[in-house]
Nanobody
Framework: QVQLVESGGGLVQAGGSLILSCAAS????????MGWFRQVPGKERDFVAA????????SYADSVKGRFTISRDNAKNTVYLQMNNLKPEDTAVYYC?????????????????WGQGTQVTVSS
């Protein structure tokens, strides 16, 4: 069992930046590929970014490429999402997810564990 706890959400003006963190409970964190997803009310949860278990290889949704960066620190059991040049359409609840796998995973249903989510609101 892996527990994931997101933090760092909040209210920011358009053009601003936020860093989301996701702390994992498990010491074998480095065995898990990690991902970030987001969801707005009434819509499906959408893929945002993913990173390989060792870092280095990442994947991004087209809507965030060039603005968001996913990274991880396996020594701290933490994955991050640096979000720059935020837009009102980035407003959502952001979730991190873990999958016992080496490789980047972009499909939500393939993940094994999920955090509780953190709200990001971007004002225009």
């Amino acid at each position: 069992q892996v527990q994931l706890v997101e933090s760092g959400g909040g209210l920011v003006q358009a053009g601003g930046s936020l860093i989301l963190s996701c702390a994992a409970s498990r010491r074998t964190f480095s065995s898990y590929a990690m991902g970030w997803f987001r969801q707005v009310p009434g819509k499906e949860r959408d893929f945002v970014a993913a990173i390989r278990w060792s870092g280095g290889t990442t994947s991004y949704a087209d809507s965030v490429k060039g603005r968001f960066t996913i990274s991880r620190d396996n020594a701290k059991n933490t994955v991050y999402l640096q979000m720059n040049n935020l837009k009102p359409e980035d407003t959502a609840v952001y979730y991190c997810a873990a999958k016992l796998s080496c490789c980047t995973v972009v499909v939500g249903r393939e993940y094994d564990y999920w955090g509780q989510g953190t709200q990001v609101t971007v004002s225009s």
